[in-house]
């Protein structure tokens, strides 16, 4: 047992570098990001780009590009779900970042796929990308 020097009360310390009780602690964390909005923003910003750039790593197989056209602009990139799927699973999992962190819980499942916006939109909205269409006549 340790004691808090800020309420001075005893706590079991969860490691060997915890110094203030959990509900001091909280209330510290709280006040940090209160006082410092750009440093927490910042930050944030920083955690969801990796897990981003994880995620399309993985599922482009180490190949930052679409699987249709080949845009290779890591902004214009989107996850997408090969058996049209995907609002059933964003209604069960969530949406963006929240099912990024599903996706990388889960084991990474099977069934998506990169495809920049454009593409994702004409495959969601016509059933197929005019890239493919147009391959399809040549």
Do not use: T
């Given at each position: 047992m340790r004691i808090c020097p800020h309420c001075q009360q005893p706590y079991k310390p969860g490691s060997k570098t915890q110094t203030w009780c959990k509900p001091c602690n909280n209330q510290r964390a709280k006040e940090f990001r209160r006082n410092n909005p750009e440093i927490?923003?910042?930050y944030s910003r920083?955690?969801?780009a990796k897990l981003r750039l994880e995620v399309f790593t993985h599922y482009?197989?180490?190949i930052l590009a679409c699987v249709c056209c080949g845009e290779d602009t890591w902004e214009f990139l989107a996850l997408d779900h090969?058996?049209?799927d995907g609002a059933s699973q964003?209604?069960?999992h969530g949406t963006g970042l929240r099912y990024f962190y599903w996706l990388k819980r889960n084991g990474w499942p099977e069934g998506l796929q990169i495809l920049c916006y454009n593409c994702?939109?004409?495959k969601a909205y016509y059933g197929i990308c005019p890239h493919q269409r147009d391959k399809e006549y040549t």
């Open positions: 927490v923003k910042e920083k955690v969801d482009g197989k180490g090969m058996n049209n964003r209604r069960e994702n939109c004409a």
